[in-house]
């Protein structure tokens, strides 16, 4: 049993549950079994069982069952008024009213209800003639992501295997959406790198470069994901493309700040590591739409992206 599986690391808790079943089971039929309570919570939970029970997906060796305080015939009324007056409201949303939609981490900088406007396409942007690409590059476990944009709409979501000849995927969805070179960004680190040769006129991105105009991020990337985030709560940006959907809101819900500011005062953004713990994967796609920000801080003109 795992109490407070909110808690837990997706991969903790898969190595726990491999112990089941290894021990006298067989000799005293016993039935290998894992129970986990929790209260809701955006990780695997999330995933796995709430949002697979809501979608008809669980798979059927799972099982979920979703109870509130108030489904406790034996629970006191003053029990129930005493944590109404200690609770946050974003405490009681979760902890009380159960709401595994609401996500009331303090540290978050976006709602659910953000994250799925997203999709809403019901309004229209003004004028969308600039058309961009940007790109999270990776060749190992990662995924390689590309993202195709119009304005600030994203019309396709493509995801490369590490095997694919990258700079040739790009181009061709470059030419086949008339992106012009100087307007595709990727990240740089690591393999990425090796595109300045092939892309020179492409924006590539320093995620640990210094934030454009001195603002007070700790790095670039942190800028960028925070620049990220003010337009989608501003309901700017849109995804057209439905493929990769869960993957996208799984990331964006994981998208927090650190709760205090380093020792040189710097707005600090969870590590792609602390994302990986959470939610057992990398963010390549939160990546890649937040690459798409480069453009809105700056141009080749102002900005040394070294």
């Known amino acids: 049993m795992i109490d407070e599986a909110g808690e837990c690391e ?9 112990r089941c079943g290894r021990w006298m089971n067989d000799e005293f039929d016993v039935k290998p079994m894992l129970l986990m309570t929790c209260n809701p919570s955006r990780n695997f939970l999330f995933k796995d069982f709430f949002q697979a029970l809501k979608e008809g997906t669980m798979k059927k060796h799972r099982a979920f069952v979703n109870a509130t305080v108030y489904d406790n015939p034996f629970i006191s009324e003053q029990y129930i008024a005493n944590l109404k007056q200690i ?14 939609e609401y996500d009331g981490d303090p540290n978050s900088l976006l709602n659910f209800e953000d994250i799925k406007n997203l999709y809403d396409t019901t309004i229209k942007q003004e004028n969308p003639t600039t058309k961009y690409i ?3 590059i990776a060749f190992t476990s990662d995924n390689c992501v590309v993202l195709v944009w119009e304005g600030y709409h994203i019309l396709e979501v493509v995801t490369l295997k590490k095997e694919s000849n990258i700079e040739n995927e790009i181009k061709a969805l470059a030419a086949k959406h008339n992106v012009n070179v100087n307007k595709i960004a990727y990240d740089s680190d690591g393999v990425g790198k090796y595109l300045m040769n092939y892309l020179k006129l492409a924006k590539p991105i320093v995620n640990n470069g210094k934030p454009y105009k001195g603002e007070n991020y700790k790095n670039l990337k942190t800028q960028l994901y925070f620049k990220m985030c003010e337009l989608i709560t501003e309901g700017t940006i849109k995804i057209l493309d439905q493929r990769k959907r869960k993957e996208i809101e799984e990331e ?12 040189d005062g710097k707005i600090e953004m969870n590590s792609k590591a602390d994302v990986k713990r959470l939610i057992g994967r990398s963010p390549d796609y939160s990546d890649a739409i937040a690459y798409r ?14």
């Open 252 to 263: 964006l819900s994981s998208v927090k700040h650190k709760p205090r500011e380093t020792a």
């Open 293 to 306: 920000m480069i453009f809105e801080l700056t141009s080749v003109a102002n900005y040394n992206f070294n």
């Open 134 to 136: 940007s790109a999270d």
């Open 10 to 18: 997706e991969k903790g808790k898969e190595i726990f549950q491999s």
């Open 87 to 100: 609770l946050s409201y974003n405490e009681i949303q979760r902890l009380l009213n159960g709401d595994w």
